[in-house]
């Protein structure tokens, strides 16, 4: 089993700055991919960004904000967003996966106007 914490989420205001990590413990593969959701209220989830096997993907609307990075020795992946705007509101989830898919609890971050 794998368990992701997240942390790092919270209230800011619109063109300020985030940073979100997971951590991932138990028996993780060697090989997956590591990643951030988010989902706003009544919206479904969404990719933000994802990085494994030498590569990332961002979702469009935070291309050119937000930077996906990992730290394969802590076992942690980071987001660091910037630029932040009010529609970047909702419920920040990290993901891992290799033959199966692993969600961590999920971290608020709200944008203000």
């Known amino acids: 089993q794998v368990q992701l914490v997240e942390s790092g989420g919270g209230l800011v205001q619109t063109g300020g700055s985030l940073r979100l990590s997971c951590a991932a413990s138990g028996s993780i593969p060697s090989f997956s991919a590591m990643g951030w959701y988010r989902q706003a209220p009544g919206k479904q989830r969404e990719l933000v960004a994802t990085?494994?096997?030498?590569?990332?993907n961002y979702g469009d609307s935070v291309k050119g904000r937000f930077t996906i990075s990992r730290d394969n020795a802590k076992n942690t992946v980071y987001l660091q967003m910037n630029s932040l705007k009010p529609e970047d509101t909702g419920v920040y989830y990290c993901?891992?996966?290799?033959?199966?898919?692993?969600w961590g609890q999920g971290t608020q971050v709200t944008v203000s106007s």
């Open positions: 993901s891992l996966s290799a033959r199966e898919d692993y």
């Open positions: 990085t494994g096997g030498g590569l990332t």
